[in-house]
């Protein structure tokens, strides 16, 4: 049966520069169980107050919810004078009748090679025929427990119940997933056993476990600041792609060279036409008359010597030549690498799409009209950070939080807004009267920085 996956909140501790703090979705700020319409959430706050850790977190809590192995730079995320962080992400699974509220943590250990996942727990309430079981822990597995494979002993007993070997295919699975440094819960070893059809109890974890694991796989975008970047130095266009094929379907990004012309094979260059297809569907909409094209320069051995196709990624206008993507603004390049994940976030109300900086190169007013249009139209989760503050004049209260001084609680809402105020006035406000819960600027002084300019600028002079 079919599941549709909705983040509710995810809450972080010891990452980064954020000891602690939790971003809530808006549906859940107003205690609404739902997953029929768009959630919106942006976070706004100056730099280096934990806005890029939340979309960090989410890149890599997709990679352990798919069973990937830790990357070794994650180590570099664990607060400086920590030894542990620990993530907590809370989802709402729609599984026919069945609403399941599961909550997945994981603490990582700083270790030689990076950090390990020292602890993972997995805990879920259930609600079923219009009544609500507690919420309790239904797998916990901790590295350091040598003698249980996972607790509760309940929960194991059902999938030895189902089948015996079970049990030692489930500590052969734990032995791999700690020397490989992955998830023990969503490692493909364990998972493969956790996923089995279960007629017990068990049936209801197997299902939260193949629903979150298929949720992170295909329908979990993260679009980190990474992205931007290649973009910005002109060197790759990176295209965050989903595409629907017979039941298994293709997500990721397709990267396309921005320098030179690319040999692709047969697979490829259709996925690729694939993508342009979509993205033509909007693309003339927000940029009038332009669209994209893949141009032929005729076929070509790849490396590996199969046949392939030498193409190139062009814009065209309305009575224009075609011009390589690449001569085209930074601004028009973002917009067209992240537009299939927008398209499908609007269509798939299962799409979580989180994007760091989206206001990146985009102008303000489209920006605007793109977030007001997929707020009041669309049906999946966006996420995303911007320093520009057209967004709260076009979203509500719910759709924004705040990053904030405090360490120790990075992200608040406003408070005391009305349906007639204006929020980016009230945040302006904020930011140099105060009268929130938490501080959401860290002052500077203006007369101060002009010295220091003036200061650094003598030294110049006179060296």
């Known amino acids: ?12 501790s010891n990452i980064k520069n954020v000891k602690s703090g939790q971003i809530v979705m808006p549906d859940t700020c107003q ?7 768009a959630e919106v959430l942006g976070l706004y706050g100056q730099n280096g107050s934990g806005k890029t850790a939340v979309i960090d977190t989410l890149y890599y809590l997709q990679k352990i919810m798919t069973g990937s192995t830790i990357e070794t730079e994650i180590g570099d995320y664990i607060d400086a004078g920590s030894s542990q962080a620990e993530i907590t992400a809370d989802f709402n699974i729609f599984i026919g009748a069945v609403i399941y509220e599961a909550s997945y943590k994981i603490i990582l250990q700083r270790s ?4 390990n996942i020292v602890r993972e727990t997995l805990s879920c309430a259930i609600n079923e025929n219009h009544s609500r079981s507690n ?10 427990e040598r003698e249980t494979v996972f ?14 070997e079970n049990k030692t295919d489930l500590i052969v699975a734990r032995k791999i997933a700690e020397k490989s440094n992955y998830s023990y819960i969503f490692g493909e070893s364990s998972r493969e056993i956790f ?10 974890y197997s299902d939260i476990i193949k629903a979150l694991f298929q949720f992170a796989l295909k329908d979990l975008f993260v679009i980190r600041n990474t992205h931007s970047g290649v973009i910005s130095a002109n060197f790759l266009l990176p295209m965050a792609f989903k595409i629907e094929q017979n039941e298994i379907g293709m997500k990721g990004d397709f ?13 490829r260059k259709k996925i690729l036409d694939t993508i342009t297809e979509q993205i033509n569907m909007v693309l003339f909409t927000i940029i009038p008359g332009m669209k994209i094209d893949v141009y032929h320069y005729g076929r070509q051995l790849t490396d590996n010597g199969e046949n392939g196709y030498r193409v190139e990624l062009v814009s065209a206008r309305e009575g224009m030549p075609p011009i390589p993507i690449r001569m085209e603004s930074e601004g028009i390049i973002k917009i067209i690498s992240i537009l299939n994940a927008l398209i499908q976030a609007f269509g798939n109300p299962s799409i979580c799409l989180a994007i760091d900086e989206l206001d990146a190169g985009i102008f303000e007013y489209m920006l605007g009209e793109l977030l007001d249009i997929f707020n009041k139209n669309a049906k999946g989760q966006l996420i995303f950070t911007s320093h520009n503050l057209r967004a709260l004049e076009m979203l509500d209260k719910e759709n924004i939080m705040f990053s904030t001084v405090n360490p120790k609680r990075r992200y608040i809402r406003m408070k005391n807004i009305k ?10 406000r904020g930011i140099t009267l105060g009268g929130q819960d938490e501080v959401i600027y860290e002052e500077t002084d203006s007369l101060r920085i002009a010295r220091a300019f003036r200061k650094a600028g003598r030294t110049i002079q006179h060296e």
């Open 1 to 12: 049966m079919e599941s549709i996956v909705r983040l509710s909140s995810l809450k972080i």
């Open 31 to 37: 205690k609404q169980l739902t997953y029929k319409r």
């Open 112 to 115: 030689e090679n990076g950090a």
């Open 135 to 144: 919420k309790t822990v239904f797998m916990d597995y901790q590295r350091s």
């Open 151 to 164: 607790a509760p002993k309940k929960r194991l007993d059902e999938v030895v119940e189902a089948n015996a």
């Open 195 to 204: 996923c089995q059809a279960y007629e017990n109890h068990f049936k209801h």
């Open 255 to 267: 990267a396309v060279p921005l320098t030179e012309p690319v040999v692709l094979n047969e697979e």
């Open 419 to 428: 349906a007639s105020n204006n929020l980016r006035d009230t945040y302006i």
